[in-house]
């Protein structure tokens, strides 16, 4: 797991701040990826980036707004959520190898919105 | 509804036996993956399997893959406590020619508890 590292792990926050989570690759990939995961559902794709571009826009409400500066980072931006937005977001990176993303995870951080 | 689907939805076994859970998918694949995760952890990628594969193997873990009925199974033979996580199969829809960047699609997944 130490391979993705996401700050913070645990974040409280009411529905009319803004924070950002913070994911960082330290294996070289040049994908990246943010998940959301709730109780009872399966893991649902938010965003893809490749080599910094977005790729794939999950139909993700635009209070959600990712951020890849670099092929290393990638951040996503919150403001405005709502209770239902709490849930463990996960990020991921992959480097394609012959057609192949096999995805390296980050351990998460469980937002909870009040 | 999902391109996967795992079942049983939870499995609970002794240590020592054999755990296999299956994965349904309706659309054609690129190649198939499993994940695990330990409670409110990352996932961690078990093992991978191609379309144009029948069968692989990773220590105690097996993975077949029947295109055909578009199904897939995990087994992990000589279960242990640590075993004790939710497995996840994920497609990737990539056909041949072009690229998915990754995109995979996640089951709700099986959990399986491996009593000591």
């Known amino acids: 797991e130490t391979g993705v590292t996401q700050t913070p792990r645990h974040l409280v926050m009411g529905m009319t701040n803004k924070k950002s989570l913070k994911c960082e690759q ?17 893991l649902e794709l938010m965003f893809v980036y490749n080599f910094k571009e977005q790729t794939e826009n999950n139909s993700v409400p635009s209070r959600f707004s990712p951020e890849c500066p670099n092929s290393s980072h990638l951040f996503l931006h919150l403001h405005t959520l709502q209770p239902e937005d709490s849930a463990l977001y996960l990020c991921a990176s992959s480097q394609e190898e012959d057609s192949i993303y096999e995805q390296y995870f980050g351990p998460g951080t469980r937002l909870t919105v009040t | 509804s999902q391109q996967g689907e795992e079942d049983p939805q939870a499995l609970s076994i002794q240590e020592g036996e054999n755990a296999t859970m299956n994965c349904s998918y309706k659309t054609s694949i690129n190649n198939l993956q499993w994940y695990r995760q330990n409670s409110g952890r990352g996932l961690v990628h078990l093992i991978l399997i191609r379309s144009n594969e029948r069968e692989k193997h990773s220590g105690r873990l097996r993975v077949t893959l029947d295109t055909s009925k578009k199904s897939s199974s995990l087994l992990i033979t000589a279960s242990r406590a640590a075993d004790t996580a939710s497995y996840f199969c994920a497609t990737d829809l990539a056909n041949a020619g072009g690229t998915s960047y990754g995109k995979l699609t996640f089951g709700q997944g099986t959990i399986l508890t491996v009593h000591p």
């Open chain 1, 26 to 42: 330290h294996l070289g990939h040049n994908a990246m990826y943010w998940y959301k995961q709730s109780a009872k559902k399966p």
